[in-house]
């Protein structure tokens, strides 16, 4: 099964919008139990802008030079898939993080309302816009085509959290 990184590692999402300590135990340990190895994704949003960036909406992420570094963080993670794919292992799924801007799967955010964030009415005003729209984040979107280049079309599966996830 490949996991986005905040599935095996919470410390990932943007503060403090974890709702797990850690580990997203209760839904990897089915897999964990069915024998299923666990295919770590890197966090986009982690090696573009670090531990102190904002919850930002897919608008904001929709960028070539971030599509870029999606693909290249991408692109070792790809070989490895390829090669258990050539060895005959069975690729289970992709479990993303709905809601996130970019590693959502069947949901993601959107709601950019743009400039500069003060005065303090523009923050409320930020917030009010933010929704959850169906479609897919924009790293996975990246991700399904590059898989999709090579052969391979997996299932989908997401954790869905009560707040924005990214
Ligand atoms: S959902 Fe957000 S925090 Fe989790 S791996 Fe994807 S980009 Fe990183």
Known sequence: MITCHCVLNANAKVYPLATERGIFSNVVSPYIEAGCGLFQLPCPELSYLGMNRWGM??????HSNFRAHCRDIL???????????????ELVGILGMDG???????????????????????????VKSLRFIP???VFMEEFLEMLRQIGLQPELFAIREKEITA
């Open 57 to 62: 909406t897919k608008e904001q992420y929709d």
């Open 75 to 89: 692109r070792y993670p790809l070989v490895q898939l390829q090669a258990f794919a050539r060895a005959g292992y």
């Open 100 to 126: 996130s801007p970019n590693c959502g799967v069947t949901l993601t955010c959107r709601g950019y309302r743009g400039g500069e964030l003060c005065p303090l009415s523009r923050v409320s005003d930020q």
């Open 135 to 137: 479609g897919k984040g």
